[in-house]
């Protein structure tokens, strides 16, 4: 069974930014990365993966139309069994007690720190297994 993680961002280059960063893990098959340009195909798509084993969501916050924030509370009723991630510029306190309230598992700042974020995703490939 494959293993997804799902990043949403409205941003075209983090994309490849992602793919460089784990380009070995998807070579060698451990995940694969799906990406949503925005929080209403991002909800479509954590819905519609069924047939493989979606492990993790990490979205932007600051997004036109729908917001990660608001996104947050709905696909976490949808997919409860999914952790979600935030990712924002802005890492105040406010911003990070939000998402946390909302349902997020974490908040990343950007840039972001891809050891770190490494390490969160061999955690929940650990779970997976």
């Known amino acids: 069974m494959s293993v997804y993680i799902l990043v949403v961002d409205d941003e075209k280059d983090v994309e490849a930014l992602f793919r460089q960063h784990f380009r070995r893990d998807l070579r060698a098959g451990r995940f694969l990365m799906?990406?949503?340009p925005s929080?209403?195909?991002?909800?479509?798509?954590?819905?519609e993966?069924?047939?493989?084993?979606?492990?993790?969501?990490?979205?932007?916050?600051?997004?036109?139309?729908?917001?990660?924030l608001e996104m947050l509370p709905i696909v976490r009723s949808a997919r409860p069994d999914v952790p979600v991630i935030m990712i924002t510029a802005y890492g105040d306190a406010e911003t990070k007690r939000k998402a946390l309230e909302n349902?997020?598992?974490?908040?990343l700042t950007k840039p972001?720190?891809?050891a770190a974020l490494r390490q969160e995703i061999d955690a929940r490939l650990e779970q997976a297994a």
């Open 49 to 68: 993966i069924r047939d493989a084993t979606l492990i993790l969501i990490l979205s932007d916050i600051n997004m036109p139309g729908m917001s990660g």
């Open 103 to 107: 349902g997020a598992a974490d908040l």
């Open 112 to 114: 972001i720190d891809f």
């Open 39 to 47: 929080a209403h195909v991002a909800l479509q798509r954590a819905i």
């Open 34 to 36: 799906e990406f949503a």
